[in-house]
């Protein structure tokens, strides 16, 4: 089967979904803290729960594209994402569980790919790897 052969780069994947990802959700900070690429929707406290949320979207969205303490570093954006979820959108979709109907698709996916890393790590390119006991302890 065609198919068979596409294991042997699941490391090499699984690296590329967390760069891409880690990417994707540094934007979120950047614009609370720079207002890039998009207007901020309010000026920057980092004493704000939004301030603070800004700050692990850049630093964690960072970490994670250098692929550096990547375990923890997905478990606390996992929970980020999770209050953020449960805490904006529920509410905005008037307790609607439905993920379209309160808005919250992306705080929920994001939520769950960053738990997936917890469990899988950070794939083979990742400097977590580098830092390990021995090479490769953190796939």
């Known amino acids: 089967m065609m198919l068979n052969g596409f294991g042997a780069h699941s490391g090499k994947v699984l690296s590329l ?4 990802a880690g ?3 540094m934007q979120h900070g950047t614009q609370k803290i720079f207002s890039f690429p998009a207007e901020a929707m309010g000026p920057f406290n980092i004493a704000s729960q939004m301030g603070v949320g800004g700050v692990l979207e850049l630093v964690g ?9 990547t375990r923890p570093v ?6 980020m994402m999770a209050v953020a979820y449960f805490q904006m959108h529920w509410k905005f979709g008037a307790a609607s569980p439905f993920s379209l109907v309160n808005m919250g698709e992306l705080a929920a996916l994001y939520c769950w ?20 006991r021995r090479r490769g302890a953190y796939r």
């Open 74 to 79: 997905a478990f606390i954006l996992s929970g």
């Open 61 to 69: 969205g960072l970490l994670l594209v250098l692929g550096l303490f």
């Open 17 to 20: 979904l967390r760069i891409v």
């Open 23 to 25: 990417l994707m959700f």
């Open 113 to 132: 790919v960053f738990f997936y890393f917890v469990f899988a790590g950070p794939g083979e390119w990742a400097l977590d790897n580098l830092t390990g």
